[in-house]
């Protein structure tokens, strides 16, 4: 798919059931690869990053059996049964998959050579080398960039401060963690997404948070995984946006993650004065699950700044698509991390938007919306990145006239069925 149509002003009304949570699919498979014996993952996200993980793990000797698209076993071969890879390991466009392989291969008894496309290596390595380094791996990068070297096979434990808020950093950590000579203390600057310390917890890890404070004792083994892995809150961020702004709308999003580290939109947005109510929660896998109904609703300005913007810093292009059409101005502040994701986030969505009409101000660590403001239709670009096309996808539904996302095919990183769900609730896209 190169491009992608939006036609406005559909009322969006239905039921979803969304695909698995895309940064549990990742670290599932990469424990379930170490874990002692079988371990069954159902719910799996079949999206390009997921699956540069998956390619990964076999390329390291484990064994997969793919039952479905969704549904695997996976053969661990145990904390210590990895294998060299006869070649370097290809992360694709996925930092997740290379910053957490950089952890996990930290312990090993081989040394490793990541790479992936063109993207990924502008991406910056040291924010997560430098704290690997700090414990004792020998890891190099290319002028702070991939492809790293990872020499294996030397963890030490001790306590470390991160300085960067990076779930991905601190799952990196963690996963050299389980290979280090006594046990690790990581302690976060802010709160960050805890899938990896749940999923550890719950295989048998002598793991526990206290605040900000992260304690794992390196384990003997590890128990394999029987997890069926919720759907994705940052996937049915998109849908719960549109359900806002277009009027007449009414979505439930069912089995939805609503990890309260990862529910920081639904708390701006509820701010911002959305209706959205979670009902049915419950545990899945020691992750908290509900299902998520969303109305359309009149939004006014907010100002998002320090933690908060740790909470949702992948899903703020969405909020300032929301901004363009809440009463007043949105401000979000401290956000910088975005010029250093797939693309300047910030520049981009601001370029982007811009095209359709938007007032909306660069700043350095953020931007400033103007609202409410009509958006006039038009032809805007992805610049590659999959959560900026879908942002754009959703901005066209409140548009005046058509809009045209070029380079949408980025959209399967992350969500390759974001077009069949959102047409199953009324919207149209080509």
Do not use: W
Request: glycine content about 10%.
């Amino acid at each position: 798919m190169k491009h992608l149509r939006v036609t406005p002003r559909q009322p969006l009304h239905g039921r979803l059931y969304l695909p698995g949570d895309k940064s549990i699919s990742h670290r599932a498979l990469l424990l379930a690869a170490i874990a002692d014996g079988e371990s069954h993952i159902s719910g799996f996200l079949p999206a390009r990053d997921c699956l540069a993980t998956l390619t990964c793990v076999r390329d390291l000797g484990v064994h997969i059996i793919v039952h479905d698209r969704r549904t695997m076993t996976v053969h661990g071969r145990g904390l210590h049964g990895l294998r060299p890879p006869t070649e370097q390991l290809d992360c694709v466009r996925s930092g997740t998959t290379m910053r957490l392989l950089a952890g996990l291969l930290s312990g090993q008894s081989f040394s490793t050579i990541l790479t992936g496309d063109a993207q990924l290596l502008r991406r910056p390595m040291e924010r997560v080398a430098v704290p690997l380094r700090q414990r004792g791996t020998q890891i190099e990068t290319a002028s702070g960039h991939a492809p790293l070297r990872i020499q294996g096979g030397k963890v030490n434990g001790g306590e470390l401060t991160l300085t960067v808020p990076s779930s991905q950093v601190k799952g990196a950590l963690l996963l050299a963690g389980l290979y280090a000579s006594s046990p690790l203390t990581v302690h976060q600057s802010a709160p960050t997404r805890d899938h990896t310390e749940r999923m550890l917890a719950g295989m048998g890890a002598d793991i526990s948070v206290d605040g900000d404070r992260v304690f794992l004792a390196p384990p003997t083994c590890l128990s394999p995984l029987s997890i069926d892995i919720p759907g994705d809150i940052s996937a049915a961020s998109f849908p719960i946006v549109g359900a806002i702004l277009v009027p007449g709308s009414e979505v439930t999003l069912a089995g939805v993650g609503v990890n309260p580290t990862r529910t920081g939109l639904i708390d701006v947005l509820q701010e911002m004065g959305a209706r959205i109510t979670i009902s049915s929660e419950h545990l899945v896998a020691n992750e908290p699950v509900g299902d998520i109904t969303v109305r359309h609703a009149q939004l006014h300005g907010v100002e998002i700044k320090g933690e908060a913007v740790v909470r949702l810093i992948d899903e703020l292009p969405l909020v300032a698509v929301a901004a363009t059409q809440a009463q007043g101005n949105t401000v979000v502040r401290d956000a910088a991390e975005l010029r250093v994701k797939e693309t300047d986030r910030i520049a981009t969505v601001v370029v982007e938007l811009r095209k359709l009409g938007a007032r909306i101000e660069e700043r350095q660590d953020g931007f400033v919306v103007e609202g409410p403001t009509v958006l006039t239709g038009g032809i805007v670009d992805s610049h590659g990145d999959h959560r900026l096309a879908m942002a754009l996808a959703i901005a066209g539904l409140v548009a005046q006239k058509e809009v045209i996302v070029r380079q949408a095919g980025c959209i399967g990183d992350s969500f390759p069925d974001f077009i069949t769900e959102m047409r199953s609730i009324g919207v149209c896209y080509d």
